[in-house]
């Protein structure tokens, strides 16, 4: 991609669609599932600050159950609901 960014993996009609790795050019990496060119199912999304996110994703966005792990080693786990914390964790 013109931004650095790069994807290797499944593709449908010119879009991320299916398994596949996308690699941010800031240092940011998702492993997981696509659909229609969003991240969308279960994935791992590892920052560039070393902070993880593993679970399940929404038109791009963690939603639904998922674990952050912060670099400190403090953990979350619990609900997601449009990339925030949700409900009891």
Known sequence: FLSGDAYKGEWA???MHGKGTYEFANGHKYV???QNGQRHGQGQLKYASGDLYEGQFEHGAPHGHGTYHYKNHDVYEGGWRNGKR???G
Do not use: L, T, V
């Open 86 to 88: 949700h409900g009891q």
């Open 32 to 34: 997981g599932e696509y």
């Open 13 to 15: 009609e010119n879009e």
